[in-house]
T-cell receptor, first 110, second 112 residues
Framework: LAKTTQPISMDSYEGQEVNITCSHNNIATNDYITWYQQFPSQGPRFIIQGYKTKVTNEVASLFIPADRKSSTLSLPRVSLSDTAVYYCLVGDIRDDKIIFGKGTRLHILP | EAQVTQNPRYLITVTGKKLTVTCSQNMNHEYMSWYRQDPGLGLRQIYYSMNVEVTDKGDVPEGYKVSRKEKRNFPLILESPSPNQTSLYFC???????????FGPGTRLTVL
């Protein structure tokens, strides 16, 4: 299973674009990349998922280079409520064994 | 409303006293998982199930058991809890491996 490496923490300001990069050097062919957001004392919440190139939804974009050894979650125009821990996951679509990393603690300042 | 429910939400118990944390989902999901979350360690998968009567170990299965007799329920059993199992536990479900995982609200367990 591919393990992931993310920055432990990041700070940014309201209205800025935030990019969080995740490294997954051992990603396998069948692995998808998924990002979750977690607020204190709540379960993680799905943000976005992708396999290659770029994926965009109403809350974020996910950029995956051709070699798929890393990915970048992009949050446009963050607000204070985006302060949370963000997890990058790399999962095999053939089964449900999943490894969460330690996540990135994002702190948005006014 | 589509959701994953866990009970109890909070539990304080003593070493060795068997307990069960229930997990139920109303979305007809095939896949269910249990995680524990500890400070500095993120979420770690304990067990997962790909369908009724199909379960498998995650990263940290020691000291836990699970069962999947019905699609909607996936209880987590601690036969003889120990203090190192004090943690925040999350149950999750999803329809298939590429689908979003839906997490329950969490169960905070303290073993004295």
């Amino acid at each position: 299973l591919a393990k992931t490496t993310q920055p432990i923490s990041m700070d940014s300001y309201e209205g800025q674009e935030v990019n969080i990069t995740c490294s997954h050097n051992n990603i396998a062919t069948n692995d998808y990349i998924t990002w979750y957001q977690q607020f204190p004392s709540q379960g993680p919440r799905f943000i976005i998922q992708g396999y290659k190139t770029k994926v965009t939804n109403e809350v974020a974009s996910l950029f995956i280079p051709a070699d798929r050894k890393s990915s970048t979650l992009s949050l446009p125009r963050v607000s204070l409520s985006d302060t949370a821990v963000y997890y990058c996951l790399v999962g095999d679509i053939r089964d449900d064994k999943i490894i969460f990393g330690k996540g990135t603690r994002l702190h948005i300042l006014p | 409303e589509a959701q994953v429910t866990q009970n109890p939400r909070y539990l304080i118990t003593v070493t060795g006293k068997k307990l069960t944390v229930t997990c139920s989902q109303n979305m007809n999901h095939e896949y269910m998982s249990w995680y524990r979350q500890d400070p500095g360690l993120g979420l770690r998968q304990i067990y997962y199930s790909m369908n009724v009567e199909v379960t498998d170990k995650g990263d940290v299965p020691e000291g836990y058991k699970v069962s999947r007799k019905e699609k909607r329920n996936f209880p987590l059993i601690l036969e003889s809890p120990s203090p190192n199992q004090t943690s925040l536990y999350f149950c999750a479900s999803r329809l298939n491996p590429t689908d979003t995982q839906y997490f329950g609200p969490g169960t905070r367990l303290t073993v004295l």
